[in-house]
């Protein structure tokens, strides 16, 4: 439903449309730019979530430690925050990421002409039934994520979580 919306939204006469036309802009219509708008909505929860988690675990007194000796808060947040966030925000980085790389229904629905990597596999497997090549296919976003897995892992922020 909600990519349906996003396609109502974004379309020739949606919304977008009659906001910004009085201003002499358009809307951007289908195509990869609305796929990413609508991914990025789909798939942001599964961002602020973990986030959210790891505020949560900051402990006060680090925060109180830091106003005691005179921290502003940018620098608190560069320096005592941000590195205790940072092991969330790369888990919410591969859940969207893993998500993203296997939705096929939502550049179906905002796509227009654009293929990705899950439209190719579903199209192999259902209307062209080439199940060789749909697994070939299915295997380049595997390799990615445990491409993007080990690299995490190397920087240390999964030991934490």
């Known amino acids: ?6 396609r109502s939204v974004l379309s020739q006469d949606g919304i977008l449309e009659w906001l910004v036309a009085p201003f002499g802009g358009e ?4 195509g990869l730019p609305a796929t990413i ?3 990025s909505y789909l798939w942001l929860p ?5 986030i959210y988690a790891g505020l949560e675990r900051v402990p006060d007194s680090l925060l109180e430690a830091s106003a005691d000796l005179g921290g502003r808060t940018w620098p608190t947040l560069r320096h005592v925050v941000f590195p205790l966030v940072l092991p969330a925000i790369i888990a919410g980085t591969i859940f969207s990421f893993s998500l993203s790389l296997g939705d096929y229904i939502t550049v179906n629905i905002v796509g227009g002409a654009n293929q990705m990597l899950g439209n190719l596999v579903y199209t192999n497997v259902g209307a062209a039934n080439n199940l060789p090549l749909a ?3 299915a295997l380049i976003p595997i ?3 445990f491409g993007y897995l080990f690299l995490v892992r190397r920087t240390g922020a999964l030991d934490n979580l």
């Open 143 to 145: 390799v990615i994520i």
């Open 46 to 50: 599964y961002v602020i979530l973990p």
């Open 27 to 30: 809307t951007i219509g289908y």
């Open 37 to 39: 708008i609508t991914l």
């Open 135 to 137: 697994s070939a296919i």
């Open 1 to 6: 439903m909600k990519a349906y919306a996003w």
